[in-house]
């Protein structure tokens, strides 16, 4: 389970969010709503261990994140960034990527079970083949969404992961992330997008202080 009690932010001098607690219980999906500038991948960046809370903190499974943690922490964690920069030319390459870090390590992959999570978001199994330039924004956003459902980690923090999908395809990504909570993961998504918060089992506002 991860756990944020009391965590504040403040950045330049304004106030971000205070005061914010919640949990994400292993294999629930929370959505982190909240105006633009909010807050929300700067929280993100704070359950990653790369930025620190100003008060409050944050746990997993009832172990703290400090400094010193974090690097372990990374390890349970999968993080898709709402701007992918994705330094592979060729999917296939991008795809197997994650596999070669020595944070996933222990981790092998497969193409048989990458296009078994491809068919549950409507990948065409051709699209493996071609250049990541070749693909559409939707399509990468699912491509990156389904080596994370392979990784298996216990923590998705994944930002904005409906921004570029027509609403069939961000339904079809909402269940996708149901099936990787149903295996246990707890999943932290940021959106914008309405249905796609209904649809996520709790919804966490991150107030921006006014001036
Ligand atoms: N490293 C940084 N240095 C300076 N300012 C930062 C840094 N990171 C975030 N900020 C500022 O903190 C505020 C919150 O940014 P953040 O990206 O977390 O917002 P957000 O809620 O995710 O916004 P959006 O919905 O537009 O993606 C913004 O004003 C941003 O400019």
Same mark, same amino acid.
């Given at each position: 389970?991860?756990?944020?009690?009391?965590?504040? !932010? /403040?950045?330049? *001098?304004?106030?971000? %969010?205070?005061?914010?607690? %919640?949990?994400?219980? $292993?294999?629930? /999906?929370?959505?982190?709503?909240?105006?633009?500038?909010?807050?929300?991948?700067?929280?993100?960046?704070? #359950?990653? @261990? =790369?930025?620190?809370?100003?008060? *409050?903190? !944050?746990?997993?499974? @009832?172990?703290?994140?400090?400094?010193?943690?974090?690097?372990? %922490?990374?390890?349970? #964690?999968?993080?898709?960034?709402?701007?992918?920069?994705?330094?592979?030319?060729?999917?296939? $390459?991008?795809?197997?990527?994650? =596999? /070669?870090?020595?944070?996933?390590?222990?981790?092998? %992959?497969?193409? $048989?079970?990458?296009m078994a999570e491809w068919r549950k978001l409507e990948l065409q199994p051709a699209l493996y083949d071609k250049k990541v330039a070749e693909l559409s924004g939707g399509e990468r956003q699912r491509a990156v969404l389904s080596a994370s459902g392979l990784l298996g980690k216990s923590i998705l923090l994944v930002d904005e992961p409906t921004s570029a999908l027509d609403a069939h395809t961000s339904a079809l990504v909402l269940d996708y992330l149901k099936t990787l909570a149903v295996r246990g993961c707890s999943i932290v998504a940021v959106s914008h997008d309405a249905d796609f918060a209904q649809g996520c089992d709790k919804c966490i506002s991150v107030s921006a202080t006014l001036p």
């Open positions: 389970m991860l756990e944020i009690k009391n965590a504040s !932010i /403040t950045i330049g *001098g304004r106030q971000l %969010f205070a005061g914010l607690s %919640f949990t994400v219980p $292993d294999g629930q /999906t929370v959505c982190l709503t909240g105006s633009s500038g909010s807050g929300k991948t700067t929280l993100l960046r704070a #359950i990653l @261990g =790369f930025h620190p809370l100003d008060e *409050g903190h !944050i746990s997993i499974d @009832g172990e703290l994140l400090t400094p010193s943690s974090a690097e372990e %922490f990374r390890k349970h #964690i999968s993080y898709i960034p709402q701007e992918l920069t994705l330094p592979s030319e060729w999917v296939s $390459d991008m795809m197997r990527l994650p =596999f /070669t870090l020595k944070v996933n390590r222990g981790k092998a %992959f497969s193409k $048989d079970l990458l």
